[in-house]
T-cell receptor, first 115, second 117 residues
Framework: AAGVIQSPRHLIKEKRETATLKCYPI?????VYWYQQGPGQDPQFLIS???????DKGSIPDRFSAQQFSDYHSELNMSSLELGDSALYFC??????????????FGPGTRLTVT | AQKVTQAQTEISVVEKEDVTLDCVYE???????LFWYKQPPSGELVFLIR??????QNEISGRYSWNFQKSTSSFNFTITASQVVDSAVYFC??????????????FGKGTHLIIQP
């Protein structure tokens, strides 16, 4: 079965640089979520999109922005990177709110290292 | 505010033993959803189960079973006859569904389960 695709899988950036992470949801899923997981930590919710509109917002720094495109893929843009941004970034997708089976399925993650 | 507590940071058992992972949650909503995810050493997050707040039926799936008790705000997970492949970090998570939007999950800190051969 098709899964959530994230690219790149690994990314190394220097402080103050920018990074763009991409997420391609499972076919027919119109809802995308972004999470950040620091080393040894639980995943922290950043932001979600439903039908290309921002739906819920968590602890996303102002330096980060995201959007969902017409084909439902999503991109997380991160600017002025800091050492503390080094983490595993997960994208998840679901069928959307109100659906009987709207559980979130996670992608393999993008490991971002900021040096 | 919603909160998920997994008091067991790490559990180590010998293969074939049964093990229960505890999860206690806090929420002010009457409509909410509870989840369990598995994160093996490879790092991906694997969906195991989703339960809504109106369905207190226990569920069994093979060696896995879940006990949801609203009276104690708990959603515990039991693995029967554990196997080495069950070694992973297990996360309990909560989302409040009353808003009608694509709500993010609030995760517990996770329980690191080690199954020794």
């Amino acid at each position: 079965a098709a899964g959530v695709i994230q690219s790149p899988r690994h990314l190394i950036k220097e402080k103050r640089e920018t990074a763009t992470l991409k997420c391609y949801p499972i076919p027919r899923h119109d809802t995308v979520y972004w999470y950040q997981q620091g080393p040894g930590q639980d995943p922290q919710f950043l932001i979600s999109f439903y039908e290309k509109m921002q739906s819920d917002k968590g602890s996303i720094p102002d330096r980060f922005s995201a959007q969902q495109f017409s084909d439902y893929h999503s991109e997380l843009n991160m600017s002025s990177l800091e050492l503390g941004d080094s983490a595993l970034y997960f994208c998840a997708s679901s069928l959307g709110p109100g659906q009987v089976f709207d559980e979130q399925y996670f992608g393999p993650g993008t490991r971002l290292t900021v040096t | 505010a919603q909160k998920v507590t997994q008091a067991q940071t790490e559990i180590s058992v010998v293969e074939k033993e049964d093990v229960t992972l505890d999860c206690v949650y806090e929420t002010r909503d009457t409509t909410y959803y509870l989840f369990w995810y598995k994160q093996p050493p490879s790092g991906e997050l694997v969906f195991l189960i989703r339960r809504n707040s109106f369905d207190e039926q226990n569920e069994i799936s093979g060696r896995y079973s879940w006990n949801f008790q609203k009276s104690t705000s708990s959603f515990n997970f039991t693995i029967t006859a554990s196997q080495v492949v069950d070694s992973a970090v297990y996360f309990c998570a909560l989302s409040e569904g009353a808003g009608g939007g694509a709500d993010g999950l609030t995760f517990g800190k996770g329980t690191h389960l080690i199954i020794q051969p």
